[in-house]
DNA sequence: CGCGACGTTGATTTGCCTCAACGATTGTGG
DNA sequence: CCACAATCGTTGAGGCAAATCAACGTCGCG
């Protein structure tokens, strides 16, 4: 059974059949990042929605200064995409970078809208896949609004264990909206005592 | 033609038959909520989403302080709603209350699964919805992090002036991210120029 | 080995918060 | 319709979390 992690996490969101599981494992083709490699340039239209086999990649944006922001990272078992530019195939304010040698499964925009129109569930499942990713990006800004640096970089390394660990500090310090040298304060402020 | 401004905000998201906008117009029902009146209070769960037709609402949540943090509001022609409440049916962690006297047109979470069993393309409907929204929330996490207290304000505001001036800066500040005294010595900083 | 990316640490600065006091405005009951 | 309370907005003083800048140590890689 080809595919596993991707039927595994469907049916996470959505139990399927295997027909169906079938049916939609088939649009996606394998595509092997290396380290360092770009999935995605900002400016260019992003033609594909990915679900992350293996590696880790980040996806971030530049500010008005030219500061790379990582907006989220994306390991095995992770969605991978430029929402806006996929669905509306205008130009991505995003980048997508592999940060290890990775395997990562791929839909183009024109067999995602195939699989929409010829099996309706698929609109069901994706739904299910956005509000869940809505309600966790609410949950992120209230997090940023109510906690500290020192907090915020607790709450990911203990929610994203297999996450965090793969990353280097100035990639976490990014995400979390700090400056590596304050994230270095904070992790050898914990030392001391 | 009820519900005209339902109507229009669906059309706008996904062109639908005049057949199916009535099936789904139908199934909302009108409440009229007082001013100061909750919608919503966290701790309850959450059995409906509703679209503001008239007024404003905000939906806020409790830090550990038990500080009211302004998440987003909500007038006419919005979406409202505790997504993850509604979706798992799980006490919220939300509030949802009018500052004006308003009308909402409420779906309940019957209508609202059967809805999308009778009529398929509502999945796309809210599949687009959902999707759209996802990109103004990563959209708007990115402005806190790169922007300044008064960049966002500003911001705000220009983005929404039909919401920003029904607003008490206490609102604002709150929505922003900043306390009330600091939004008022951002407001003031350009009347001296 | 030597270079460049990354991490650490300290000094200094700054954006924003907290607290407090005081006007302004709104709402409410007599 | 006014008086008073309550809420909201303004302003200033002081403090703190985090940024910035700079110097230096360390590690991985070509």
Chains 1, 2 share one sequence.
Not at 56 to 81: H, S
Not at 98 to 104: I, Q, T
Request: aromatic share 12%; with cysteine.
């Amino acid at each position: 059974m080809p595919y596993h992690l991707l039927r595994e996490n469907i049916n996470n969101y959505l139990p399927l059949s295997n027909k169906d599981l079938d049916t939609i494992s088939d649009c996606f083709t394998l595509k092997e990042v290396s380290k360092k490699v770009f999935l995605l340039r900002g400016g260019k239209t992003c033609r594909f929605e990915g679900f992350v086999l293996e590696g880790c990649f980040r996806v971030f944006t530049l500010d008005q200064k030219g500061n790379e922001i990582n907006l989220y990272f994306a390991v095995e078992g992770w969605w991978l995409m430029d929402i806006d530019s996929f669905m509306n195939q205008t130009p991505s304010d995003l980048y997508i970078q592999a940060l290890e040698d990775s395997k990562v499964l791929l839909i183009s925009k024109e067999s995602k809208s195939k699989l929409y129109d010829s099996l309706p569930v698929v609109e069901k499942l994706f739904r299910i896949i956005f509000q869940k990713a809505l309600v966790s990006w609410q949950r992120r800004l209230i997090r940023n609004h109510c906690l500290t640096a020192k907090e915020r970089y607790f709450h990911f390394i203990e929610a994203y264990p297999n996450i965090s660990t793969k990353l280097s500090n100035k990639h976490i310090a990014s995400y979390l909206g700090i400056s590596h040298e304050f994230l270095s304060k904070i992790k050898n402020s914990n030392k001391a005592t």
